[in-house]
């Protein structure tokens, strides 16, 4: 089985890399995305070369573009981690300014607003079972493994983890 973490960075996707690592799984978090974009290119699976992962975060092309990986692995399930938009905002500029990179505001509030209308509107119908909301803030990982009991996971911990 494949898990997808489909939020934006900033948005506990590194909290939700370690939950599935402490639970045992193979994990890739902000790796790999030229190579699954190089799969992508040359019609070859998404996941070629990751065969024996189970959990993937922080990967723009998985975030931007899940419905490729929603048709390609009919039985992934995917987790929308997010944060309400003002904290998330206010993370993000506190990462982007340690890095001196350009900060727009206004461009990432219509792209957060953006890829939450995306997600509800493409899971809804049968496909709403596939997705996990979770409010990084407020959710436990007691919601992810009712989430996900084939994965029967054991650890419930979810630790906090923000390296900026």
Same mark, same amino acid.
């Given at each position: 089985?494949?898990? %997808?973490? @489909?939020?934006? &960075?900033?948005?506990?996707? !590194?909290?939700?890399?370690? =939950? %599935?690592? &402490? &639970?045992? =799984?193979?994990?890739?978090?902000?790796?790999?995305?030229?190579? @699954?974009?190089? &799969?992508?290119? /040359?019609?070859?699976?998404?996941? !070629?070369?990751? *065969?024996?992962?189970?959990? %993937?975060?922080? @990967?723009?092309? #998985?975030?931007?573009?899940? *419905?490729?990986?929603?048709? !390609?692995?009919?039985?992934?399930?995917?987790?929308?981690?997010?944060?309400?938009?003002?904290?998330?905002?206010?993370?993000?500029?506190?990462?982007?300014?340690? /890095?001196?990179?350009?900060?727009?505001?206004?461009?990432?509030?219509? *792209?957060?607003?953006?890829?939450?209308?995306?997600?509800?509107?493409?899971?809804?119908?049968?496909? *709403?079972?596939? #997705?996990?909301? =979770?409010?990084?803030?407020?959710?436990?990982?007691?919601? @992810?493994?009712? %989430? #996900?009991?084939?994965?029967?996971?054991?650890?419930?911990?979810?630790?906090?983890?923000?390296?900026?």
């Amino acid at each position: 089985m494949k898990v %997808f973490a @489909i939020g934006f &960075n900033r948005c506990g996707t !590194q909290s939700l890399f370690k =939950f %599935f690592a &402490n &639970n045992g =799984f193979k994990a890739l978090h902000c790796r790999g995305s030229g190579k @699954i974009v190089d &799969n992508h290119i /040359n019609s070859k699976p998404l996941l !070629q070369g990751y *065969e024996d992962y189970t959990f %993937f975060s922080d @990967i723009d092309f #998985l975030s931007r573009h899940f *419905e490729l990986f929603a048709v !390609q692995y009919p039985e992934a399930k995917f987790i929308y981690n997010y944060r309400e938009v003002e904290g998330w905002i206010r993370s993000r500029k506190k990462l982007w300014t340690a /890095n001196n990179w350009v900060i727009d505001e206004p461009y990432w509030r219509a *792209e957060w607003k953006y890829h939450h209308t995306m997600l509800k509107e493409y899971f809804c119908g049968g496909r *709403e079972k596939r #997705l996990l909301e =979770f409010d990084i803030e407020k959710a436990q990982g007691e919601s @992810i493994a009712k %989430f #996900l009991p084939e994965l029967a996971i054991t650890k419930m911990h979810f630790p906090k983890v923000d390296w900026l």
